[in-house]
C-alpha cells in the first residue's frame, strides 16, 4: 500500500484556482521525505499560486511563506540549472535514441505546449530535468547501474528509479525484474529464463502449431478475430506491419488467449503486446526501429522475444484480471473513478460534460481498454511504460490520475465545445506532435494529485 504524505497535510479551499501543477513519482520507503521534497519543487516554481482544483496545501512543519521565500526561490534556481546542465551528460546509445526522434533532450519546462499547464514539480528521484533526457543522465545510469549490479536486486529501489524513466539499452532487462519474469537473484536469473522460453516454445507446439480440425468453433473464431486485429495493431508503425512481426503478435496473442479462459481474447490486448516486442527486439536489433529488419534475427532469437512478451504480458494482464473478463467490470469501475476524480480537481469542466451529456464511458473505456497506447504517439509509450511497470501492482489505481492529468491537458478547450467535438476530440487527442515534456507533465500532475486525494475518499465524494 502506497503512502502518502496528503493525509498528513492541511488542506483549505481557496476563492480562486491555479492552472495545472503536479509531480510524478513512485511509492518510497521514506514518503515523508519524498513528499517534502514534491512539495519544495511545486512551491518554488508556483511562487504563491494556488494548486489546480481549488486546493491549497501546507505543512506543519514547513510554512508556505518559507517554502515559497527568496532563499528558497535562489536555491530551485540553482538546482535546476545544475540539472540542465547534467543532461548534456548522456551515453552515445542515448544521443542516438534522441536524434533519431528528431528532438532535443534539454528543452526546459517553459517550453511546453501544454496551455493549460503553468508549472510541475520535479518527480520523485528526479534530480534531473523533466525531459526525457532524465533517463539519460549520467548519474541516474550510475545508479541503475549500481542496482543492477548487485547479486540480489532491490526492487523497491529499482521501481524508484524506473518511475522517471529508464535509460534504452536497461529497459529489457529491467522489465522483466519489474515484471518478476525474471528472479531478482543474478544466479537464477539465466537458468528461469531458459526454463520459461522453452515452456513458452512447448505452449505453442501444443495449442498453436495444430490444424484447425483439432480447434473448438470457439477457438477457431477467436484464432480469426487475432488474424484479423493484427494487422490494425498500431498501424501507423511501418514496422509492425511486417509478415513476421505479425506472425509473433498472432503466436504471442492466441497462445495467451487459450491459456486464459476466463477472459480468452479481447480486442485491445493485441496493442499490450506492441511495447514489450519494441524493447526486446532492441536487444538484437541497433539503430532507430524504423531501419530494422526483423530478417536479421535467427528463429531462436525471434522465439525467445516471442517468449518473454508472453510472460511480461501475463505478468502484467495478472494485475488487472477483470478488465478482461466478461463485461470488463475492471476497466468500468476505473471510468467511473475518473469522473469523480475529474468533478473533484475540475469541477467547471465536469459541469460542462454532464450538461452537454457525454458520458466518460465513451472516451475513456477505450483509454483504459489499451492503457492509453492509442492515445500518445508510439515513440512516447515505452517512457510511460518505466512509470506503468515501476507502479507494479498499484497501475490501475494510478491510471485514473494519469487519465484525468491527460484529460484536463485540455481544460479550457473542453469547456467552449459541444457535444459532438467534445466526443471527437476527446477519441483522437492532439497528441502527435507531442515530447518527452508533455508526457512528463502529465505524469507530474498525475502524482500530485494522487498524492493529495489518494488516502482522502472524503475528498473524491460527489
Not at 95 to 100: C, F, G, K, L, R
Not at 318 to 343: N, S
Not at 351 to 371: I, T, V
Not at 386 to 412: H, K, M, N, Q, R
Request: some cysteine; aromatic content about 10%; glycine content about 6%.
Amino acid at each position: 500500500m502506497r503512502s502518502n504524505g496528503g493525509e498528513e497535510s492541511t488542506r483549505k479551499d481557496v476563492t480562486s484556482g491555479g492552472s495545472g501543477s503536479g509531480a510524478g513519482g513512485i511509492p518510497s520507503p521514506n514518503p515523508e521525505w519524498r513528499f517534502n521534497q514534491t512539495l519544495r519543487n511545486v512551491q518554488g516554481l508556483l511562487k504563491g499560486r494556488s494548486f489546480p482544483g481549488k486546493v491549497l496545501l501546507t505543512r506543519k512543519s514547513e510554512p508556505l511563506n518559507a517554502l515559497a521565500s527568496p532563499t528558497h526561490s535562489r536555491e530551485m534556481e540553482r538546482s535546476y540549472s545544475s540539472n540542465d546542465r547534467g543532461n548534456d551528460q548522456t551515453t552515445n546509445s542515448f544521443e542516438a535514441e534522441a536524434q533519431s526522434s528528431g528532438r532535443a533532450n534539454n528543452a526546459n519546462l517553459q517550453k511546453t505546449s501544454i496551455s493549460s499547464l503553468t508549472t510541475s514539480s520535479a518527480p520523485p528521484d528526479a534530480q534531473g530535468s523533466v525531459t526525457g533526457a532524465r533517463a539519460t543522465d549520467s548519474a541516474r545510469v550510475a545508479k541503475f547501474g549500481n542496482e543492477l549490479s548487485r547479486q540480489a536486486v532491490i526492487l523497491e529501489k529499482l521501481r524508484e528509479l524506473s518511475w522517471s524513466g529508464v535509460p534504452p539499452y536497461m529497459r529489457p532487462n529491467i522489465w522483466r525484474l519489474l515484471l518478476g519474469y525474471a528472479p531478482p537473484n543474478s544466479d537464477r536469473r539465466e537458468g528461469v529464463l531458459a526454463r520459461k522460453r522453452l515452456e513458452y516454445v512447448e505452449c505453442v507446439a501444443q495449442y498453436y502449431d495444430i490444424p484447425d480440425s483439432e480447434r473448438s468453433d470457439d477457438e477457431i473464431n477467436m484464432l480469426r478475430q487475432i488474424s484479423v486485429d493484427c494487422p490494425r495493431t498500431v498501424p501507423d508503425v511501418t514496422f509492425f506491419q511486417h509478415a513476421q512481426i505479425q506472425k509473433s503478435l498472432e503466436r504471442i496473442l492466441y497462445t495467451w488467449a487459450i491459456r486464459h479462459p476466463a477472459s480468452g481474447y479481447v480486442q485491445g490486448i493485441n496493442d499490450l503486446v506492441t511495447p514489450f516486442l519494441i524493447v526486446f527486439l532492441s536487444e538484437h536489433l541497433n539503430g532507430s526501429m524504423e531501419s530494422w529488419s526483423i530478417s536479421d534475427l535467427s528463429p531462436q532469437i525471434i522465439s525467445n522475444i516471442e517468449a518473454d512478451c508472453y510472460w511480461c504480458l501475463s505478468k502484467l494482464l495478472d494485475g488487472m484480471q477483470d478488465h478482461y473478463t466478461f463485461a470488463q467490470p475492471g476497466i468500468q469501475r476505473l471510468v467511473f473513478r475518473l469522473r469523480e476524480l475529474v468533478r473533484r480537481i475540475d469541477e467547471p469542466v465536469s459541469r460542462h460534460m454532464e450538461e452537454e451529456g457525454l458520458e466518460f464511458l465513451q472516451f475513456a473505456f477505450r483509454w483504459f481498454n489499451c492503457l492509453l497506447i492509442r492515445e500518445i504517439p508510439f515513440h512516447l509509450v515505452t517512457r510511460l511504460w518505466d512509470t506503468y511497470l515501476a507502479e507494479g501492482d498499484s497501475l490501475p489505481d494510478f491510471l485514473v490520475y494519469i487519465s484525468a492529468s491527460l484529460l484536463l491537458t485540455w481544460s479550457e478547450k473542453l469547456q467552449k465545445f459541444d457535444f459532438q467535438e467534445m466526443v471527437m476530440f476527446l477519441q483522437h487527442l492532439p497528441t502527435e506532435d507531442w515530447t518527452h515534456d508533455e508526457l512528463e507533465m502529465v505524469l507530474s500532475r498525475a502524482f500530485m494529485w494522487h498524492t493529495m486525494f489518494s488516502s482522502s475518499p472524503s475528498h473524491l465524494a460527489s
